[in-house]
């Protein structure tokens, strides 16, 4: 059961980290778009705390919700867990 924990726990960080990064880039996009667009004394600028903060957020909220779902699944039978729907 542990090697189980420690896969899904894994599995949420990777999962979680993936999402974080690409929306640490598509945020970087529309800035730059919204730069392109919006006069030049309304540039939006992103700060490095702000990309923490929300890249800390998105990681935090993803194994979250990847952890409690598949702990619940793994104290299952395996046959019950892949016939529950």
Known sequence: MPKLR???????VVIAVIGGVAGL???QGL???LTLVSPADYTPVITVDAMLLAFG???VVGVLAGIFPGLKAAWLHP???LRYE
């Open 6 to 12: 420690s896969q899904i726990f894994v599995e949420s």
């Open 79 to 81: 046959i019950q867990a």
């Open 25 to 27: 880039l598509a945020s």
């Open 31 to 33: 800035v730059k778009l």
């Open 57 to 59: 957020f998105s990681v």
